[in-house]
């Protein structure tokens, strides 16, 4: 029963665009990482309990301090040495303490980075092409990289120190209260003037972070792209546009950051100005009382210790508030990752695949359109029934929609409408890993991993033996190639196979084809950057390859389906003739005018 997709997501802006950021939950996204913290409860626990402690030994210094100001010209040596034995046993805790919360707080914040660094790739990883249509994927690896950078900064380290620096401030003012009442009462008169600016100028700098973060991955995006397409760049002199581009988009991603770094160094310079004034007065106040025999040297100096604890709390706490918005805006980019929309999903309950797989391949009324291109017809209304075993061929136009045919069984979009099925079963009720690993592929353009030849052949099946990889590539003509580069199968392939021809990366990817021995084989252009040498000898292997098992090819040069037991013509997304390669020929029709171009011209320029 056909069926109509629901999902509209032509109109969904893509993450990081103003739209989505509107709905910014600011600082409280930082709530977001906790799902990836849980698990590392322990470590929190005793990050916390170091924590304590070394924020009471801290606390305790002062006391020490005034015991022994207060003491200093008694004529007990003894106790006073009593004195300074304890403030030694004290600065011994707080460093051990020190140490072991950094040891704990840093591995807490490595492995939760590695945690999400993990989900993120193993979300975008799974993703349909839709979703690679609305983000550029260097944008996406700068948020796994830089953003999760500023992640780690913050559990590794800011978190504790603004723990550590909000215990200090609570504990220093408790203590103050204690020690003077009076004078902390003028101190406390200074903290809302301190808290305004660090509220106001906050809530800017985590937009200009977030700005600013949105250029750094847009400059990395486009550096990917450019690096990724190097050769035609250089062929078609656009070196210089191309870094002119990049450099534009660097300097403005720089003018951002100087924008934030002028809004912190206001804050900082607030802060620090207002919160040591206050101790200023205070301490005029304090001498006086000194002076007076309101308190004697010893409370003084406890108090000054505690105001300036206080104070270096205060204004830590401001510089770490800057480095938590920051992290915000890392957070709420790399949220929308792990969050973002697919419209092709696996079912909650999927079905199973009849045992052993047939290989019928049917499409029942298939209408679809691309999301980049809504208005464009990819294919209208398709009904094809491809019987296990049988070899069908697609021609036509460029855009008649042969590619989309080939897309659309690896469920790599859904249909508008109609279904897609294999063996009697819709492909929207499998699983997509269950279904696939059922297909073989040979794409148009192949893909040659960074990696050793052998390693890129095995891609096809990574249980397969040296052996098996070795076979596979004698059955794509590809042996002998290998065999003559300097390692051989274990030589370096480069990245995006770079060391290789175009013909040398197809075979590649047709020995991979042929080792992943599936009942479902795809060719899309297999063999167009191949010579007529190298494709008569894989044509070969192909058609021995073939014997069993459900094929597709899609091709521009007809010399290559004339064997199908089924030539499917389409045009503009629609089937406008099918037959063999005589029948077409026949008919006259849109194959045979194709037909006369290709061979006519074959003949004439030989």
Known sequence: ?????????????????QQERAGSKKIGILASLWPFMKPYRLLMIGATLALILTASMTLTLPLAVRRVVDNFRIEDGDLLDWYFLAALVIAGILAIGTGIRYALVTRLGERVVADIRKAVFGRVIGMSPEFYERIMTGEVLSRITTDTTLIQSVLGSSVSIALRNLLMFIGGLVLMLLTSAKLTMMVLLLIPAVIVPILVLGRRLRTISRENQDWIAASSGNAGEALGAVQTVQAFTHERASRTQFGDMTETSYEVSLRRIKTRAVLTVIVIFLVFSGIVGVLWMGANDVRNGVMTEGV????????????????????????????????????????????????????????????????DDVTFRYPARPDVVALDNLSLLVKPGETVAFVGPSGAGKTTVIQMIQRFYDPDQGQVSLDSVDLRDLSRGDFRQHIALVPQDPVIFAASARENIRFGRLDASDAEVESAARAAAAHEFISALPEGYDSFVGERGVMLSGG???????????????????????TSALDAESERAVQGAVDKMRAGRTTLIVAHRLATVKKADRIIVLEAGSIVAQGTHDDLVAQDGLYARLARLQFTDGVAAE
């Open 1 to 17: 029963m056909a069926r109509t997709s629901s999902a509209s997501p032509a109109n969904k802006p893509a993450p990081g665009t």
């Open 504 to 526: 040398q990366k197809q075979r590649i990817a047709i020995a991979r084809a042929i080792l992943r021995d599936a009942p479902v084989l795809l060719l899309d252009e297999a």
């Open 300 to 363: 003084l100096i406890q108090f000054v210790i505690y105001s300036i604890i206080m104070a270096g709390s205060v204004a830590a706490l401001s510089e770490i508030w800057s480095e938590l918005q920051r992290a915000a805006g890392a957070t709420e980019r790399l949220v929308e990752l792990l969050n973002a929309e697919d419209t092709v999903n696996d079912p909650k309950q999927a079905k199973s695949l009849p045992v052993p797989l047939r290989g019928e391949i049917r499409f």
